[in-house]
Nanobody, 123 residues
Framework: QVQLVESGGGLVQAGGSLRLSCAVS????????MGWFRQAPGKEREFVTA????????LYADSVKGRFAISRDNVKNTAYLQMNGLKPEDMAVYYC????????????????WGQGTQVTVSS
């Protein structure tokens, strides 16, 4: 059984930064592309960013380009989302997910999902 556990969410002022982590256990982490998604109250879950198994390819939603950065450590079996310049509209529950390809993640198709971590941005 694959488990994904997010951490690092919290309350931050607009313009601030947070780093989310997604720890993966149960399967070979480096076999999977990893992605981050978010869902705000009353809205559908949306793609934020994804990274290939070896870090060689990354994709970002237009809304976060230049502010967010995804990375991964295949030794620590962990993916990260560095979020800078946070805006109130970034406030959501953030989920990580694992899939066979980056392009699958971009269309919200994933093999495994985490439980989510809340990010709150105060204006």
């Amino acid at each position: 059984q694959v488990q994904l556990v997010e951490s690092g969410g919290g309350l931050v002022q607009a313009g601030g930064s947070l780093r989310l982590s997604c720890a993966v256990s149960g399967r070979t982490f480096s076999n999977y592309a990893m992605g981050w998604f978010r869902q705000a109250p009353g809205k559908e879950r949306e793609f934020v960013t994804a990274i290939a198994w070896n870090g060689g390819m990354t994709l970002y939603a237009d809304s976060v380009k230049g502010r967010f950065a995804i990375s991964r450590d295949n030794v620590k079996n962990t993916a990260y989302l560095q979020m800078n310049g946070l805006k109130p509209e970034d406030m959501a529950v953030y989920y990580c997910a694992a899939s066979g390809s980056v392009t699958s993640l971009q269309t919200l198709r994933a093999d495994y999902w985490g439980q989510g971590t809340q990010v709150t941005v105060s204006s």
